[in-house]
């Protein structure tokens, strides 16, 4: 998969990382991140990302704020890395290219490797004899790699998939670009089924997915216009399928070159989904809990973290679907239903609830 070369996205770009933080940052620090057991921390705090990549100006950066974006990767902006750094603003944090690690400054929070490596003429041996930066370094920055979806859609999955678990060994964390309504699907089921198996093949290191926000080149199923709904799907069956991290690929060659080509009622499904993710952080960042659904075609996650439970669920068809949840952590006698101002009734661990086209709910317990 080539997208970010036709797209004129040059090679040197995306990852990770994140986190949305109540309180603004001290703007005259960088951050201090670290992984551990499959959590990302910034300044010892679990945090979940929400991400663009490549929004140049200062403009683009106020943008992206109102998005609830917290992290912007500058791969390939032309700014000085200074003037990129200074565009950020209250707990927004940036991601630089790792050939030019040197750089330092306030609100870095770590560096990406080259964009779609095994795409680019890189092994995993090659890329990390370049650039010398082992993960779990000890600087306090992170170390992202972004690949293609070789190891889901490719023709030899298997070879694929150990070329995959080999560039996750390389970063500290890993994630991979599918976007699947671009490459003439007609399901997203399959972001939630990649997600599982490239989290597998990663073993323990945080993963992230980057998400398809409209048409990205013509040359694939280009000239569609993604709704809203469909691009929430996406999000949270990334989510569901075990991501500690989602990205919202905004750019597009179709009908013309631009780094930002999203609908407003896009933008808004962006904004309504950073704002969900930041109020049950604790939940996107906690322990995976068992949790079952009925029918299988809706997509449970559940987690559990300071003592409460939390439920993702996606409808993965395009009907409307009742469900029924089987949650043993589940404690009490009712969930609330986020962002929704109702409640679903639990009993021993099970609910259930009726879900539109491609809806989703997130739950938790009081």
Same mark, same amino acid.
């Given at each position: 998969m080539v997208i970010r070369s036709l797209m004129l996205v040059v090679a040197v770009s995306l990852a990770c990382t994140v986190v949305s933080f109540a309180a603004a940052r001290d703007t005259a620090e960088s951050a201090h991140a670290t992984v551990a057991r499959g959590a990302i921390l910034v300044d010892g705090k679990p945090f979940f990302p929400v991400m663009l990549?490549?929004?140049c100006d200062a403009g683009a950066v106020r943008r992206a704020a109102s998005?609830?974006?917290?992290?912007?990767?500058?791969g390939t902006c032309q700014a000085p890395t200074g003037e990129q750094l200074r565009a950020l603003t209250g707990s927004q944090l940036g991601v630089l290219p790792i050939a030019g690690r040197s750089a330092a400054g306030a609100r870095l929070l770590g560096w990406t490797y080259p964009d779609e490596p095994e795409n680019n003429g890189w092994s995993a041996s090659s890329l990390a004899a370049r650039f010398r930066y082992p993960r779990g370094n000890t600087d306090g920055l992170l170390s992202f790699v972004t690949m293609t979806s070789r190891f889901f859609t490719g023709p030899d999955p298997r070879a694929a998939t150990a070329t995959a678990a080999s560039f996750a060994r390389v970063a500290d964390i890993a994630g991979f670009d599918l976007y699947p309504l671009n490459h003439c699907s007609?399901?997203?089921?399959?972001?939630?089924? !990649?997600?599982?198996?490239?989290?597998?093949? +990663?073993? @323990?290191t945080p993963t992230f997915q980057w998400i398809e926000t409209g048409p990205i080149d013509a040359s694939y199923c280009g000239g569609f216009e993604m709704t809203p709904a469909q691009v929430?799907?996406? !999000?949270?069956?990334?989510?569901?399928?075990? +991501?500690? @991290?989602?990205?919202?690929?905004?750019?597009?060659?179709t009908p013309a070159v631009s780094d930002f080509a999203v609908s407003p009622s896009v933008q808004a499904a962006i904004r309504r989904f950073a704002g969900i993710a930041a109020a049950i952080r604790p939940g996107l960042t906690g322990t995976t809990a068992a949790a079952t659904a009925d029918p299988s075609a809706v997509i449970a996650l559940g987690r559990v973290a300071n003592g409460r439970t939390y439920v993702v669920a996606v409808n993965t068809l395009t009907s409307v679907v009742p469900a029924q949840f089987v949650v043993p952590r589940v404690g009490g006698h009712a969930l609330r239903v986020v962002g929704e101002n109702r409640t679903v009734a639990v009993h021993d661990g099970r609910f259930a609830d009726i879900f539109p086209p491609l809806g989703v709910h997130v739950y938790t317990s009081s």
């Open positions: 990549i490549d929004q998005l609830g974006v917290n992290v912007i990767l500058n007609n399901s997203v089921r399959g972001v939630y089924d !990649a997600q599982r198996r490239f989290s597998r093949l +990663a073993a @323990g929430t799907a996406e !999000a949270w069956l990334a989510v569901a399928g075990g +991501a500690r @991290g989602i990205g919202f690929f905004t750019h597009t060659t």
